[in-house]
């Protein structure tokens, strides 16, 4: 190898409230690190060079790299703290009140849910951080629905650069702007270029492949420079495995209101599957398969609903991802050593 450590990747795909699913095998990923590497304070941002998501894992990516006010270099948040956002704060973000359901007609004319409550939370979480002070390099997705192509959050050229600098809550409302769900956002750089954004769900749910191909471009440190695929270790985490399955006679008569929900499920779950495809080609053909872990998570019992933030479904989910935090307990316990071989 040219570069003498793995640069370490974690990917988070979208998916709504079902981020608590990934959220909480992350969770016990956290834990192990910190049992095997005999450190109770380590977070997961210690053991990553770069971390990507998409809409809720673009959002989990902001808080695993807010940086502590002890000390700027160090994440603040526990893993479990990042994901209490979506416990504590899920039934306040998809609420629906009476009169926008009306105004809305129940998300037909109008976004589904008032986009304040989303805001308020990314204050308290993410308060007026910048992109720059991340502790590590970022790729958090959206799409520029004026200039029609991916707009790509990324806070090691936001160090380099003010016209990619923007505050963490705005990167974090925009990578969750689901379309039909929540109003468009509208962010400013630091240079006050004005970008509507839309969630990276609709092009690339997955952020994987797009995080592979920002490290082969990308120095981190003096160990980690411009990695080939052989020399990088990608953790990919999903939201949740879907198997709802459309039949030919109900879909056959659909018009554009029936395929609103089923082409947005059909859309992202595609382009995750494809995307590890890709990645598990790309891993083989360098003989290092051990250096892509792909973790397509089980649902169980919660709904499948990127928006269901009842009280039952939420403690469903978490549930879920403790469930498949066991199940890939092996699988994890072998990538934290790898992590930890290459801190």
Avoid at 17 to 40: H, S, T
Avoid at 158 to 172: E, G, P, T
Wanted: hydrophobic content about 35%; proline content about 4%.
């Amino acid at each position: 190898m040219s570069n003498q450590k793995l640069t370490r990747i974690l990917s988070i795909d979208g998916g709504g409230i079902r981020g608590i699913i990934p959220g909480q095998i992350l969770v016990a990923l956290e834990e192990k690190l910190q049992q095997m590497d005999n450190d109770p304070k380590a977070r997961l941002a210690d053991y990553f060079d770069l971390i990507a998501g998409t809409s809720t894992g673009g959002i989990l990516t902001c808080i695993y790299l807010f940086p502590s006010p002890e000390d700027s270099s160090k994440p603040r948040f526990s893993a479990k703290e990042a994901v209490e956002l979506y416990l504590d704060r899920g039934d306040e973000i998809f609420d629906i009140s009476f009169w926008h359901k009306v105004r809305s007609a129940g998300g037909i004319t109008d976004e589904k849910y008032d986009e304040s409550n989303l805001e308020e939370a990314l204050d308290d979480y993410l308060d007026d951080l910048m992109l720059s002070e991340l502790v590590k390099p970022s790729l958090i997705t959206s799409y520029d629905i004026k200039n029609r192509k991916g707009h790509f959050f990324k806070s090691h050229r936001a160090k380099k650069d003010k016209s990619y600098n923007f505050l963490v809550r705005d990167a974090a409302r925009a990578t969750s702007a689901a379309p039909t769900y929540f109003e468009v956002a509208r962010v400013k750089s630091e240079t006050k270029m004005v970008y509507p954004l839309i969630d990276g769900g609709v092009f690339v749910n997955n952020p994987a492949l797009c995080a592979y191909s920002e490290a082969r471009t990308t120095r981190f440190d003096r160990f980690r420079d411009k990695p080939k695929a052989a020399e990088m270790a990608v953790l990919s985490i999903g939201t949740g495995n879907q198997d709802e399955s459309y039949q030919y006679k109900k879909a056959k008569n659909w018009g554009a209101v029936q395929w609103i929900v089923p082409i947005i499920d059909i859309m992202m779950s595609g382009v995750a599957e494809t995307v590890d495809y890709q990645l598990k080609q790309i891993y083989d053909a360098v003989g290092k398969p051990n250096q892509y872990l792909r973790i397509s998570p089980d649902l169980g019992d919660a709904s499948p609903k990127m928006d269901n933030a009842s009280m039952e479904n939420l403690k469903a989910l978490k549930q879920a991802g403790i469930d498949n935090a066991k199940k890939s307990d092996k699988a994890l316990t072998d990538f934290a050593k790898l992590l930890i071989d290459n801190k």
